[in-house]
């Protein structure tokens, strides 16, 4: 389920203006910025007394941006994607019927100082209901 979930983030996210690539995981090395990688994070299951279960899948997406150039404008650029990207979790929040449900957790902004970096990070919560027995 988690490359299903990831896979469609990922094409969702696709063509969003001033994104140079889209990862279904988080590269090694790359020189294409801003990137946005999708990586699992967490899986956590919940089970009742009327056999309805859930389980939920965590996923980090990372915007990342290089300070190199414009420090200013990479750092507007780094909020925009994100906004753009909060927007289409929150316009689609069956990810095209892939899920039950999903929900963006927190966002969180920071600097990464030695590899002169400016990230975003998103995390998100698909959920898959089932009702198999407890």
Do not use: W
Not at 37 to 65: H, K, L, M, Q
Not at 93 to 98: D, P, R, Y
Not at 127 to 134: D, G, K, Q, Y
């Amino acid at each position: 389920m988690y490359n299903s979930i990831i896979t469609k983030l990922k094409t969702l996210i696709e063509g969003t203006p001033k994104v140079q690539i889209v990862y279904d995981h988080e590269p090694k090395a790359t020189d294409q910025y801003p990137y946005v990688s999708i990586a699992p994070s967490t899986i956590s299951e919940e089970y009742d007394s009327t056999g309805f279960n859930r389980r939920d899948y965590s996923v980090t997406i990372r915007v990342v941006a290089l300070l190199n150039d414009d420090f200013v404008q990479a750092q507007l650029d780094t909020r925009e994607i994100t906004d753009s990207i909060l927007e289409i979790l929150a316009s689609n929040a069956n990810l095209e019927s892939v899920i039950e449900s999903g929900l963006t957790e927190s966002v969180a902004f920071s600097f990464i100082t030695e590899e002169n970096l400016y990230v975003s990070v998103i995390d998100y919560v698909a959920t898959i209901a089932s009702t198999r027995n407890c």
